[in-house]
């Protein structure tokens, strides 16, 4: 997971004084991600930052408003894109959360020998719960020693909810060029929206139409040395190993198989990474959504890769 080390980029949200005022426009870049996490449209982790991810999702929604598609939170699109809710919420750090805590192996062999691949800090865990980015939690609880966690505490986090997933999905298309993958529903109105990781070299990205082969939750993950030639451990090991599963795991905590070997959307350890071109050639979605999408998708589900 991502380093706790704080960036600074963009000040703790304001904690709402209003009691009665819901449903209202959201105020800021933090509210913006916050109400398109609502809706199902993932502007990946939570920062307050308004960067290539945030205009993705307000261009998603845009389009399926159908308002003008400027990818900025405009006067029009605050208006149509309602927070229902406070933004900001607690969470009560539990001694369970604190007991699951532990160091993940930094080699394939080490991790291969553990129980299983969790947590490694409380911030980590509270920042996954939270869908939300480890700085913006840190800028959320100035007063915190996240070294130094006791059960009990209170942490003020985003209030995040997801729409009840109503039925199955017709279809989900992902765009390579935006590193998006999007979910619909037989009449094409978009259900869901999310960034997404895709192949660091373009010949191991796949296109056309694929369908989901196979669903497994909490998935244990099978190293393959062949598939890390640049990997001096993997030249040394010359063998599989089986890593257990856990949020660290190297696909998370779902794996969506595809019908092409080797392929398939997955979760990952590095949520705050996802959207580059950086995998071997799965797609990596952060581990929430690839939850949510989990809940969407069937065996069979056509999934559609477009340039």
Not at 8 to 35: C, D, H, M, W
Not at 114 to 119: G, M, T, V, W
Not at 241 to 269: A, F, R, S
């Amino acid at each position: 997971m991502a380093s706790s080390a704080l960036v600074g980029v963009a000040p703790a949200p304001k904690q709402p004084i209003e009691t009665n005022s819901y449903p209202r426009p959201p105020e800021g870049i933090f509210e913006v991600q916050l109400a398109l996490a609502h809706l199902g449209i993932s502007p990946g982790s939570l920062d307050g930052v308004s960067g290539p991810k945030t205009r993705l999702a307000l261009m998603a929604f845009q389009q399926r408003e159908s308002l003008p598609v400027t990818g900025e939170p405009d006067a029009s699109t605050k208006k149509r894109l309602l927070l229902a809710t406070p933004p900001i919420t607690n969470y009560t750090v539990r001694a369970e959360d604190l007991t699951r805590l532990q160091p993940v192996g930094k080699t394939w062999l080490e991790k291969s020998e553990q129980n299983r691949l969790d947590y490694e800090t409380i911030l980590e865990l509270v920042a996954e719960k939270a869908q939300s980015h480890p700085n913006l939690i840190q800028r959320l609880n100035p007063a915190i020693d996240w070294t130094n966690m006791v059960a009990g505490t209170s942490v003020t986090i985003p209030s995040v909810e997801r729409p009840p997933v109503r039925g199955k999905a017709a279809f989900a298309r992902i765009h390579l060029e935006s590193r998006t993958l999007q979910v619909f529903d037989e009449n094409t109105n978009l259900v869901a929206h999310f960034p997404c990781s895709i192949a660091a070299f373009a010949e191991k990205r796949p296109s056309g139409e694929l369908h989901v082969a196979v669903m497994a939750p909490n998935p244990n993950y099978t190293f393959d040395p062949e598939n890390f030639p640049e990997s001096a451990e993997a030249r040394e090991l010359n063998r599989r190993l089986i890593v257990p599963p856990g949020p660290n795991n190297p696909v998370g905590t779902v794996w969506i198989g595809l019908d092409k070997p080797g392929y398939g959307i997955h979760g990952t350890p590095r949520p705050e990474q996802v959207g580059r071109a950086e995998s071997h050639g799965c797609f990596r979605l952060a581990n929430w959504n690839a939850e949510y999408f989990s809940q969407l998708a069937w065996v069979g589900m056509p999934v559609y890769v477009d340039p």
